[in-house]
């Protein structure tokens, strides 16, 4: 779980309170039958909390969740947006005809017309997209120009249902280094974040640079502009006690998004991370009504495709293994919603955040928001 998620938390903590515990969801708690999708902020509910994001170990049962559609090497070049769903709530899980969902914010073409960008307003909370399919495994190149502002964050990742990610974090008015991260089931493995801090050849604001997750069964390489600059093996996640390996491995969506970190709500660690408090008099900001980062193009090239039947749709969820582990098997069902079930409930806030889930990412953070 990024910093993304925790600067959400200072807001809406109090006023969630009643909503959280009438139809929270978490590891203590399923969803029940009525209302048997986990949504990926931590409430149940069907129609749309049942597609991207349904933590499926919280829901009703592990197969309560739509499949997560099955990996296809692609390209998108952001000049053209026509595979791209600019409402999210119209999403009903047909990743054929979508490659893109844009969860929250805007998107809005760059003036040159060389990619799109991704804008944050003082009136939001900045803008997230996601890809309708999922990646187990495989190698990512984004091709992108991070934002310059202190406080605002520019993050390129992926993100599974079960909270296992990996990470590429612009913080703040830093443009000659990026961060990386991963994190196995919502928990950052800290013990192997050394170096997690990559110079960048030139402004990372103002030049297009491609930043590559080569993730594989057994390691990750981070690289920029074709050049490896950190890797973990999975042998170095070995947890102290020798019963798992806390390495990212189930299916994952890939997500960019730029967000306010310097924000009176967040944690005094994320704004200073960020590099201040956003000045929303910028003229930048003034000038253009947003912030932004702009993206080019990401290029999806999927492990073991050749391995797939035609017929496989999705990945599916069975549960977890003896480790703790959850178990990740292919599946022929539908990954679509019907029209009912579409409309049936709208997806909750974006801003809306699982108190239980949160407070035990704090704790193991050592962070303190109030």
Known sequence: MTRSTLFLLATTLFSLLPLISAQGCNSTVSCPSTAPCCSEYGFCGTGSYCLGGCEPLYSFKSTSCRPNPICESQETNFTD??????????????????????NTGTLVPTPSGDGVRLTLRESDQGTKISSTRYVHYGTIDFVLQSSKWNGVVTAAITMSDVKDEIDWEFPGAVTDKVQTNYWFLGVANYSATQGASSDISSDASSNFHTYTFDWQEDYMNWSIDGQVVRTVLKTDTLSDDGSQYKYPSTPSRIQLSIWPAGISSSAQGTIDWAGGMIDWSDPDYVSNGYFWNTLQSVKISC????????????WAYQGNDT??????????????????????????NHRVVALVGILSVLVLSGITLF
């Open 81 to 102: 947006l026509s595979k791209v769903q600019m409402n999210g709530t119209k999403y009903d899980g047909n990743a054929t005809a979508y490659d893109w969902v844009v």
């Open 323 to 348: 480790q703790g582990i959850p178990i990740v098997d292919v599946t022929n069902a539908s990954t679509l919603l019907s029209k009912s079930e579409l409309t049936s409930v709208p997806v909750q």
């Open 303 to 314: 492990a073991n495709e050749d391995q797939q039947s035609q017929s496989t749709t999705g």
